[in-house]
Nanobody
Framework: EVQLQASGGGSVQAGGSLRLSCAAS????????IGWFRQAPGKAREGVGC????????YYTDSQRGRFAIATDNAKTTVYLQVNGLQPEDTAVYYC????????????????????WGQGTQVTVSS
């Protein structure tokens, strides 16, 4: 059974940083893409970025490039999202998700290909 547990969210002031974690289990890491998404109140879910479980290649949506960094631990059991320079508009629930099939090659940043989702972790940024 695929299980994803996101954690590490919290309340920070503008300009601060957070490292979110996604504990992953129940699947063969090398055969999946692991993505991060966020959803702000009243807005659609948007992609932040993705990491290929096969080779660690990362992909980011254009709007997130530069402030966000995705990485895994050596054991490939946890995926991290480092977020720097947080702004109030970054306030959202952040989710991790996995996409199977051959998506570890293309690492999509849209939500549709993702089969399994974690429960999300809240990030609140105050000005």
């Amino acid at each position: 059974e695929v299980q994803l547990q996101a954690s590490g969210g919290g309340s920070v002031q503008a300009g601060g940083s957070l490292r979110l974690s996604c504990a992953a289990s129940g699947f063969t890491f090398d055969e999946y893409a692991i993505g991060w998404f966020r959803q702000a109140p009243g807005k659609a879910r948007e992609g932040v970025g993705c990491i290929s479980g096969r080779d660690g290649t990362t992909y980011y949506t254009d709007s997130q490039r530069g402030r966000f960094a995705i990485a895994t631990d050596n054991a490939k059991t946890t995926v991290y999202l480092q977020v720097n320079g947080l702004q109030p508009e970054d306030t959202a629930v952040y989710y991790c998700a996995v996409a199977g099939g051959t998506f570890f090659r293309t690492c999509p940043t849209s939500a549709l290909p993702y089969d399994y989702w974690g429960q999300g972790t809240q990030v609140t940024v105050s000005s």
